[in-house]
């Protein structure tokens, strides 16, 4: 019962740096998210995939790219890594529907920019 | 300005309270509403409530929504130290995904 698995759990880069989060889901989903969580700012989404073959962006994209390699993984880069990306992020994905929209979420990536 | 409020922001209370978290919401086309909870690492679903106003039960929690007020709570009975966790509210917005509250940290104390 994998659901959604993101590598890896934890990093450290120094400014500049670049680095890809991968995230996998096993449940044929369509619709893939990925989070940032801060403290005290709840959950906030970077960039969102609502199917295979599309992106875009969510209410904090700046810094960030996104793939969409096939329906099952969806993967976030940072080109060059800045001390406000430190944080927690989240990748998670649902069976987008009109009225359902439960997303399942993986254990996310603590990560650490010095 | 913040689509989904959450009410309290934190809340501590002894085992066996009860216990009622708060989330406002904003209507664009309104779809649902979800609840998570959120012990050390990832959000887990709880409840999905819709317009029909009809209350979600599981154990000791339940919730429900005003369609008219636009809120919904979650209740807990009986607490117990199990319950400390972050609650998240979110709002469905389709296509776009989910929007968050900033959730309310709960800690009960034995």
């Known amino acids: 019962n994998a659901g959604v698995t993101q590598t890896p759990k934890f990093q450290v880069l120094k400014t500049g740096q670049s680095m890809t989060l991968q995230c996998a889901q096993d449940m044929n989903h369509n619709s893939m998210y990925w989070y940032r969580q801060d403290p005290g700012m709840g959950l906030r989404l970077i960039y969102y995939s609502a199917s295979e073959g599309t992106t875009d962006k969510g209410e904090v994209p700046n810094g960030y790219n996104v793939s969409r390699l096939n329906k099952r993984e969806f993967s976030l880069r940072l080109e060059s890594a800045a001390p406000s990306q430190t944080s927690v992020y989240f990748c998670?994905?649902?069976?987008?529907?009109?009225?359902?929209?439960?997303?399942?979420f993986g254990a996310g990536t603590r990560l650490s920019v010095l | 300005e913040d689509k989904v409020v959450q009410s309290p922001l934190s809340l501590v209370v002894h085992e066996g309270d009860t216990v009622t978290l708060n989330c406002s919401y904003e209507?664009?086309?309104?779809?649902?509403l979800l609840w998570y909870k959120q012990e050390k690492k990832a959000p887990t679903f709880l409840f999905m409530l819709?317009?029909?106003?009809i209350e979600k039960k599981s154990g000791r929690l339940s919730s429900i929504l005003d369609k008219k007020e636009l809120f919904s709570i979650l209740n807990i009975t009986a607490t117990q130290t199990g319950d400390s966790a972050i609650y998240l509210c979110?709002?469905?917005?389709?296509?776009?995904?989910?929007?968050f509250g900033k959730g309310t940290h709960l800690i009960i104390q034995p």
């Open positions: 998670a994905s649902s069976e987008l529907g009109s009225v359902k929209n439960i997303q399942y």
């Open positions: 209507v664009t086309n309104f779809r649902s």
């Open positions: 819709t317009s029909s106003g």
């Open positions: 979110a709002e469905n917005l389709g296509a776009d995904g989910l929007t």
